[in-house]
């Protein structure tokens, strides 16, 4: 028997602790990787810097067949969002992407393909940034400044990536998987914490500028798999939640604004 063998007879701990710290490692890995607030592999933007701002964000569009209806909803309310955007998509409908920046809202980069990027090699991550890049700059004349990976994954070369090309990268505090094929009435109470958070900062009567701690709320008004994807309970959802928003004092606003002066 070896002398390391004959150790770890003695010790079951020198066995153990391998795996131990493999598992905590791996633990920490996805953690880092995929919870919306973490910021082990870079720092992002999770919350505006007011409980009365909220910011209003979509994925995986442009998408014909709801954005815009989308816009039409949002400027009922004088509603301001971000529209994180798919390159490809970009490259088939610039006029609607021209669109969405006329009526106020801002553009981000969520890459060409909506790959798992956690998956993805430092070089391939940034073809996918480039290519979403250069897919809005030529539709708008310039680049946008936002960025949120897909599913909100990362690793240690994503957010690097982004800041090359100017980005801040984008997450959120709440996802109601608006994604699901499931009613209206499904969705809709899940996007109650927002009204539960807005109702507690006014009856505490706290600053409302204090702490960034607004919403930032992820929805899509795309589907990453094809063009033109249902999302009509997205917009039912809003169609709900907008007026109530609204009376609550919340305000709805781009990322941009999010993070700039708060709001008295
Ligand atoms: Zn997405």
Known sequence: MSRRAKMRDMNPWLVALPAVVTTT???LAAYGA???RAQLFGKTICRTNSRRKLAITFDDGPNPAITPRLLDLLDRYNAKATFFLIGRYVRECPELVQETVARGHLIGNHT????NLFRLTPREIRIELRLCHGAISNALGS???????PFGMRNPWVIPAARELGYRTVMWTLIPCDWQEKPAEWLIPRLQPIADRAQRSVGSGSNPAVAGTGDVLCLHDGAHRQLNGDRF????ALE???PRWRDLGLEFVTIQEAVSTPAP
Do not use: D
Not at 112 to 115: A, F, G, I, S, Y
Not at 143 to 149: A, E, I, L, Q
Not at 233 to 236: G, N, S
């Open 25 to 27: 490692a791996a633990g």
């Open 34 to 36: 995929a919870y919306p």
């Open 112 to 115: 060409e393909t909506h790959p």
């Open 143 to 149: 680049p946008p400044s936002w960025f949120r990976p």
């Open 233 to 236: 309970r997205t917009l039912a």
């Open 240 to 242: 709900h939640w907008l």
